[in-house]
């Protein structure tokens, strides 16, 4: 750091810049997922009167946390990487494209962070513009997503790149996240409610699951249009994006079944959907690592 630098984080984290970014990464994935299933199922995912209000809290509060400190520790690990102190963070938000994408994901991180404790008090008869406004921080969190990520470096399709982008968080965001939130917001409720509650998941995540594989295609093939073949076979991103990719069928293979289930009156066992949260949690941090991965160059 510079001459009188005051750290920003403590020392443990500022020496191992390696660590810091796929796990600031991860925490913007998981805030944004939780967010967004927050804001997705907010229209009929209510907690059920005898239900955990534990897990509802950690869901929530997790995802508050991981709101506010992954912005900070990607502004550390950029100040560090650029050898600068806290002092000259304002120039590097100021002057560079880099910072101006880290505002409007700090911004919207920090609406959405404000706006999800009062989820709990949600019901598909509240007050529509509470439901409204968290959409509108999460959706915003996404989209500003694109601009600390390989979208922002995309120069032959930038647009096309920061859509497809946005389009895979907010269809992650509303699948994963609305799992977790169906699954916290059900158990141990009357079965009746449970069931109208899978229902309303099901039919979103009908729309969701082929919106996320859609733009993760797009995103993936503007990634590696420009390489040759062994260039991609032996870079880690394809290596990362291929794990990636196992992962993800095996959650569309536990989402097709649990659709079964729901589609015969069944709700879903705790089992099998902490089976299939775990492996879309892996896939999340896949992404993460994946997201600070340089894709194979053209030649």
Known sequence: MGEGATPFMPTLLASAPAVIEPVARLLLYLGVVIALGRAFTGAYASPAPNGSPIARRVLVWGGVTALVVAPLLLLQRQLTALDMSLAEAPLLLRESAWGRGWIAVAGSAAWSALLLPFAERYAPSG????????????????VAMGGVGHAAAEVQWPWIARFADAG????????????LVTWVTTRDGPHARAMATWRAFSR????????????GVISSALRLTNATWPAITTSPYAQLLAGKVLIVLIVLAYGARQRQRVHRAQVPPSRAVQQEATFALVALTITAVLTGTEPPSAP
């Open 168 to 179: 895979h968080v907010i269809g992650m965001g509303g699948w994963i996240g609305g799992l």
């Open 127 to 142: 007050p529509w513009w509470r439901i409204a406004l968290l959409n509108l921080g999460a959706v915003a969190l996404a």
């Open 204 to 215: 979103s995540a009908t729309v969701l699951a082929p919106l996320t594989l859609v733009t």
